[in-house]
Structures are given as structure tokens and as C-alpha cells.
T-cell receptor, first 116, second 113 residues
Framework: DTGVSQDPRHKITKRGQNVTFRCDPISEHNRLYWYRQTLGQGPEFLTYFQNEAQLEKSRLLSDRFSAERPKGSFSTLEIQRTEQGDSAMYLC??????????????FGSGTQLSVL | DQQVKQNSPSLSVQEGRISILNCDYTNSMFDYFLWYKKYPAEGPTFLISISSIKDKNEDGRFTVFLNKSAKHLSLHIVPSQPGDSAVYFCAASAQNYGQNFVFGPGTRLSVLP
């Protein structure tokens, strides 16, 4: 168990640029989640995948955000035309769900995005 | 609207004493609750969970209590240690209705030596 890994740890970009983050979940986990956290707040749900299927998306996930999980393994989160309000910590988590009962989330260390 | 609330932004306790962190929720569909601890520049780390079929779950120094009628849960840490100083998040999920977890805003715990 190598844990959930996220890349990069930090990203600084200029407003209007596109950015892409990667998450590698724990290998046997079938669910993968993306959350966003800003200072003083708890993680806010963005979206989650069961294997390769994206099952739920928050209304926080505007059209500029897209997430994929090809082949049900790693996932990418892309933000197009970044805005300063996108500056946040982007957290990925994975879990093993069996029989419809959710397990605990294991989080990565996050990607800190700063949009200048 | 915040479905999961942690009304104390911060809490300070003396080493060796009990820390009690509180969490309230509004959605009666929530049936599975977790507590996470977060250090700066790291992702949240799972501490303890409780299902709505129980009212107490214990793991070492950590105990979570659930009062479904009051829609309230609490995390007790006994005895508190300086290494427990972190931000603690309460999270809730409605297992039969969706699998995403809703997090509270967190409580910063400081354990003073």
C-alpha cells in the first residue's frame, strides 16, 4: 500500500491558462474522489468515480472543470481558463466500496494551485 | 447551506486532559460519519468512523459518540497529547443515497504541554 499520490504538489499559473492534475489511488480501491479545500474551510466535494464511470458531480464543478479516470486507474482533473477563484488545495481520495457500503476515504497530500 | 457544522473554530486543552470536539448535521439521511485529522501541507488522515446503527465507537484514545435524535456527534480524545494538535474535520455520508462525503469546516485543536 503506497497510499494515494498526487502530482504536482504545487502549481502556480497565470489567469487564463489551463492546468491538469494527476491522482494515483491505492491500487485495489474502486472509488476515486476529487475535493477542493480553501483556507478555513473543510474539503468540498467535486466529483467521484466508481471504476471508470463518473457517478456524481457537484454543482461546484463548472464547465471549465473536467475529470477523467480512464481504465479505472489514475485520474486527471483539468481546469481550463483558470480564474483567481480557482486557487485552492485540490485533494484526491480513494476508497474500497463493497456491496454498496462506502468505506473510509484515504486522501493524498493534495495539489496546491495558485492562480496569479 | 452547511449540512455539517463544527461551531468551534478552535480549541485549546492541556496535555493529559480530555479534548472534546463537536459536530452537528442537518441532513437526516446521513448514516455514516467519519473524523479526520489534518496537519499543515498534508491531506486529511482518517481517525475513526461510526455508523448510525451505533451510538459509540472506540479506538484507543479516540471515542466517537453519536446522538441521532439531536443530529450531533462528538470526538473525545483521552488523554490529549501535543502530537494531537491539528485541524479535525467531521464528515458525513448518506450511504443509500449517494456516496460523496460532506465535510464540516474543521476545528483547530491545540494541546498545550
Amino acid at each position: 500500500d503506497t497510499g494515494v499520490s498526487q502530482d504536482p504538489r504545487h502549481k502556480i499559473t497565470k489567469r487564463g491558462q489551463n492546468v491538469t492534475f494527476r491522482c494515483d489511488p491505492i491500487s485495489e480501491h474502486n472509488r476515486l474522489y476529487w475535493y477542493r479545500q480553501t483556507l478555513g474551510q473543510g474539503p468540498e466535494f467535486l466529483t467521484y468515480f466508481q471504476n471508470e464511470a463518473q457517478l456524481e458531480k457537484s454543482r461546484l464543478l463548472s464547465d471549465r472543470f473536467s475529470a477523467e479516470r480512464p481504465k479505472g486507474s489514475f485520474s486527471t482533473l483539468e481546469i481550463q481558463r483558470t480564474e483567481q477563484g480557482d486557487s485552492a488545495m485540490y485533494l484526491c481520495a480513494s476508497s474500497l466500496v463493497s456491496g454498496g457500503v462506502g468505506g473510509k476515504l484515504f486522501f493524498g497530500s493534495g495539489t496546491q494551485l495558485s492562480v496569479l | 447551506d452547511q449540512q455539517v457544522k463544527q461551531n468551534s473554530p478552535s480549541l485549546s486543552v492541556q496535555e493529559g486532559r480530555i479534548s472534546i470536539l463537536n459536530c452537528d448535521y442537518t441532513n437526516s439521511m446521513f448514516d455514516y460519519f467519519l473524523w479526520y485529522k489534518k496537519y499543515p501541507a498534508e491531506g486529511p488522515t482518517f481517525l475513526i468512523s461510526i455508523s448510525s446503527i451505533k451510538d459509540k465507537n472506540e479506538d484507543g484514545r479516540f471515542t466517537v459518540f453519536l446522538n441521532k435524535s439531536a443530529k450531533h456527534l462528538s470526538l473525545h480524545i483521552v488523554p490529549s497529547q501535543p502530537g494531537d494538535s491539528a485541524v479535525y474535520f467531521c464528515a458525513a455520508s448518506a450511504q443509500n443515497y449517494g456516496q460523496n462525503f460532506v465535510f464540516g469546516p474543521g476545528t483547530r485543536l491545540s494541546v498545550l504541554p
